[in-house]
């Protein structure tokens, strides 16, 4: 079965031809950082317009790029949501018209689901559930216990910012352009990660709750505090907070292995592609088998939102046009 997935919940637009939810025959990404660059952050109504003028030809390009026509489409899976409603709206009316139009099946999906998919996708052994999962993005930190595709109990989640948000921050504060995350980690490669006494947050009512915002406020502090801020100044100041977030999401982490007794955990969301996580967690937790995404599913694509199309349409059916609406905020 042929997937064309499409992606449009923040700025990046998307789309992905795969089949049977795991072979990817195209990858397009078309990134809106050039535009939100200077704004030190996405700004929805922008983004919302550069996805009306790039979306078709992004799919287009999808379909080029798999040596396919739009006729040879089984099933369109798109992103409902979470995220920005400009954006979605794109996606999801985008979806509908081509399913209308060619009166093929609709389906959707959630980005923050389809985040964890991508760690199983190209898989040669898959683990058997339930598993743990753990998604790190620009809009979400979140512990799942995943008891199969599509069944989620919720164990944590984040109060405040979500960890890419916190890298994003971060990186505002001490001038590095948008988004933050890589840059930071750049910078935290030849900083001292125990200069600065930097923690995250914990949070009473729930132990695998997360919070970066005092994490945040600490950063900005020792910004204020410092009477020379060179280079390393900056490279100990990323280093340190890099460290934190680090030690928290694996902390947390390991008390969800001891409760729930999964050692197998799926990784997902645009933190994810930061070095410094992978091994952290590689050698910190050498009894939980961690399973990342490839580097080029860990950010916004539409690979893994085709791939999770695919079981979600096994399992469910599809969407009914009517219903399917743009979503801004979805529990698990
Ligand atoms: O999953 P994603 O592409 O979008 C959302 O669904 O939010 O994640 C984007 C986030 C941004 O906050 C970005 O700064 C962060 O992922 N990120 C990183 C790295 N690469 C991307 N954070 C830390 N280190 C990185 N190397
Ligand atoms: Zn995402």
């Known amino acids: 079965m042929y997937v064309l997935g499409i992606e449009s919940t923040c700025d990046e637009t998307a789309?992905?031809?795969?089949a049977d939810g795991e072979k990817i025959l195209s990858q397009v990404v078309s990134s809106q950082i050039d535009l939100h660059n200077i704004y030190g952050g996405v700004v929805p109504e922008l983004a919302c317009r550069r996805h009306m003028e790039v979306i078709i030809p992004v799919i287009d390009k999808a379909l080029f790029e798999a040596n396919m026509t739009m006729d040879e489409i089984d099933l369109f899976a798109v992103s409902y949501g979470p995220g920005l409603v400009g954006p979605l709206l794109v996606g999801?009316?985008?979806?509908?018209?081509?399913?209308?139009?060619?009166?093929k099946p609709l389906v959707g999906v959630n980005h923050v689901e389809a985040h964890l998919y991508a760690a199983l996708m190209g898989l040669?052994?898959?683990?058997?559930?339930?598993?743990l999962g753990m998604v790190v993005s620009g809009g979400h930190t979140a512990i799942v216990l995943v008891k199969k595709l599509g069944s989620y109990e919720l164990i944590g989640t984040t109060v405040d910012d979500a960890a890419g948000e916190a890298f994003d921050k971060v990186a505002k504060l001490l001038g590095l352009p948008y988004p933050g995350g890589p840059q930071v980690e750049a910078l935290a490669v030849d900083?001292?990660?125990?200069?600065?006494?930097?923690?995250?947050?914990?949070?009473?009512?729930?132990?695998?709750?997360?919070?970066f915002s005092g994490l945040k406020t600490a950063v900005m502090h020792a910004m204020q505090n410092?009477?020379?801020?060179d280079d390393t100044f900056k490279k100990d100041l990323c280093a340190s907070f890099q460290r934190a977030v680090l030690e928290d999401l694996l902390e947390k982490v390991k008390k969800a292995q001891s409760i729930t007794g999964c050692s197998?955990?799926?990784?997902?969301?645009?933190?994810?592609?930061?070095?410094?996580l992978r091994k952290h967690f590689m050698e910190e937790a050498p009894d939980i088998l961690t399973i990342f995404p490839?580097?080029?599913?860990?950010?916004?694509?539409?690979?893994?939102?085709?791939?999770?199309?695919?079981?979600?349409?096994?399992?469910?059916?599809?969407?009914?046009?009517?219903?399917?609406?743009?979503?801004?905020?979805?529990?698990?």
């Not at 040669?124 to 339930?130: I, N, V």
């Not at 410092?226 to 801020?229: N, S």
């Not at 197998?264 to 410094?276: C, E, H, I, P, S």
């Open 92 to 103: 999801v009316n985008t979806a509908k018209g081509l399913a209308i139009a060619k009166s």
């Open 294 to 332: 490839k580097p080029e599913l860990s950010l916004d694509n539409a690979s893994m939102i085709a791939g999770l199309g695919f079981h979600v349409f096994q399992e469910k059916g599809p969407s009914s046009l009517l219903d399917l609406q743009a979503t801004t905020r979805i529990p698990f």
């Open 264 to 276: 197998t955990l799926l990784m997902g969301g645009g933190v994810t592609n930061n070095r410094a």
């Open 124 to 131: 040669h052994k898959k683990p058997s559930f339930p598993v």
């Open 226 to 229: 410092a009477p020379f801020k």
């Open 15 to 18: 789309a992905s031809i795969v």
């Open 191 to 211: 900083g001292n990660p125990k200069r600065f006494p930097l923690k995250g947050g914990h949070c009473k009512n729930n132990p695998f709750n997360f919070s």
